[in-house]
């Protein structure tokens, strides 16, 4: 008897758990789908921000950015995707200082490993969701990421510093 | 409601008015094949396509949607690359038995697919045991499998027919069985007295508590029969690669493949001929005004649409339900299906003896 009993019992059970995941996956089945059909949206495909594509230095509208050419990241960087190059400048007051000439960024090499970003100092590095990326050149990948003609932003720390 | 028997007939007058009789029926004969053929290409391939779509739209994807417009020529192209893909000659193989398995799988398919009633006059086969028919060679197909399985000199191939023969086998059961009920309410084998005999209500609500039961087994073990998920224990990546057709290659494979998607189709047809009034659009008895609004879809349209439902319950299965082990697999079948399936049986027959349904 208790066998018996045991025997329904089950039956009914397995078929309720059946009958819940039949409800569940009907659920899903009229959910709203997450796939991107990428080359039609491109125009309003929006990355997630936490996504690397690209290191860029940010720059603010008076074409200033963050980096004293300290070269942490350059140090930190496992594959020497990074290179930076600087010169010795001695400003009005006499004084002896380090500036960036070229932020020299090998795409191609690197690894999206955010230890650049994580390690500089004064929070002048980020990385952009960009991905589209092909080229047809190994050369194209690398890439000078200060602009021309910008400086160091002046002691009280600039705002609104975009890319 | 238009009745297809009109075209039928009117070419095959056409034909003894042209011919002598003898080449009128070959001439006819081979009619009916190619139409049947080309169905059955047809559907395997809008079987394939909705599979993938449905089983995307499960998984929260938008399944294909690259080749032609929503993804509608996926399935065309796929079987442009089955057709010219080369059939690999495997050494050590029986090479007779090899070759024939996947046409006795096919043939099997086609001859239980020819016994389906479509439309209206819109049959193949009907004859006095047709439903009995419809089973007989259904079951040929484990055949083929076996065959496949035994000819391919390999232990996986061999393991997975082994496998499939015995769940197709187990699952045999309770299909006749849950049949044998539908039978028994209907009191005919003949396909198109089973559709006729639902003119006034479809068998599922004409036999209640009885037909219930039994459409509800005979879609378990259907999805058992046509080797599908949560049943699909033939074909196991880790254990037996692809199980029976491991060794199968080009048009081969794509024998099988058709062979699955059309027996889907088949299971799915006699569960919507069997339970759900075949061609028979709704019926209710009393609101005379609503069966005649009824009738003017055209019979087709319902036994597409009916089986079309049936098809989604089966992938629904296919695409929610873990799979079950071998064991558990007949354990289902010999512990719960069949003892349910025999009183079933005996509910239908006190139902039927007693005037009890509808």
């Known amino acids: ?163 | 409601m238009f009745d297809f028997s009109v075209i039928t007939q009117w070419i095959d007058q056409l034909l003894r008015g042209a011919l002598p009789d003898a080449a009128a029926t070959v001439v006819e004969c081979v009619l009916i094949g190619l139409a049947l053929l080309l169905g059955y290409a047809v559907i395997a391939l809008a079987l394939i396509y909705v599979e993938r779509k449905v089983c995307a739209w499960f998984q929260c994807r938008l399944g294909p949607n690259r080749v032609g417009p929503f993804g509608l020529l996926q399935s065309v192209a796929d079987m442009i690359k089955m057709l010219i893909k080369e059939i690999i000659e495997i050494k050590h193989v029986d090479r007779f038995l090899f070759g024939l398995a996947p046409y006795i799988v096919i043939i099997a398919s086609v001859a239980a697919f020819s016994c389906l009633p479509f439309a209206k006059g819109l049959q193949v086969l009907d004859f006095n045991v047709g439903i009995f028919f419809l089973i007989a060679v259904s079951s040929i197909g484990i055949v083929g499998i076996l065959l496949a399985g035994w000819a391919s000199n390999n232990k996986y191939s061999l393991i997975g027919a082994m496998r499939s023969g015995a769940q197709m086998i187990s699952y045999e059961l309770s299909i006749g069985l849950s049949i044998l009920t539908m039978v028994v309410l209907s009191g005919t084998l003949q396909i198109t007295e089973l559709v006729e005999g639902q003119a006034d209500g479809w068998f599922l609500f004409k036999g209640h508590v009885p037909a219930l039961i039994a459409f509800v087994v005979y879609l378990v073990a259907g999805t058992a029969e046509t080797n599908r998920g949560p049943f699909d224990l033939p074909e196991a990546d880790s254990e037996l690669t692809a199980g029976y057709h491991t060794e199968y290659s080009g048009m081969h494979f794509g024998f099988f493949y058709l062979a699955e998607y059309l027996n889907m189709f088949i299971v799915a047809g006699v569960a919507a001929t069997l339970f759900l009034g075949g061609w028979m659009p709704l019926h209710v008895p009393g609101w005379e005004s609503f069966n005649e609004v009824m009738d003017y879809i055209p019979s087709l349209f319902w036994f597409l649409g009916k089986v079309g439902a049936m098809i989604f319950v089966i992938m629904w299965f296919k695409w929610t339900f873990p799979r079950l082990r071998i064991d558990q697999l007949l354990r289902l079948e010999w512990k719960y299906l069949l003892p349910i399936n025999l009183l079933n049986l005996l509910l239908m027959v006190i139902v039927v003896v007693y005037k009890l349904h509808f």
């Open chain 1, 1 to 163: 008897m208790n066998s018996l009993y045991r025997y329904i019992v089950n039956f009914v059970k397995g078929l309720r758990s059946l009958l819940v995941g039949m409800r569940t996956t009907l659920r899903v089945f009229f959910r709203k789908k997450i796939t991107e059909c990428y080359p039609e949206n491109r125009k309003k495909l929006v990355m997630f921000d936490r996504f690397r594509g690209e290191l860029v230095l940010l720059h603010d509208s008076q074409n200033h950015h963050k980096c004293i050419a300290c070269g942490i990241c350059e140090v930190n960087c496992p594959n020497s995707t990074i290179r930076l190059t600087s010169e010795m400048v001695t400003d009005a007051a006499g004084k002896k200082k380090k500036v960036l000439v070229d932020y020299h960024y090998d795409h191609g090499s690197c690894l999206f490993c955010h230890l650049c970003v994580r390690t500089c100092p004064q929070g002048a590095l980020d990385f952009i969701p960009t991905f589209e990326h092909a080229v047809f050149t190994r050369e194209k990948l690398v890439h000078k990421l200060n602009r021309e003609g910008s400086s160091l932003a002046p002691k009280p720390v600039a705002e609104n510093l975009t890319v």
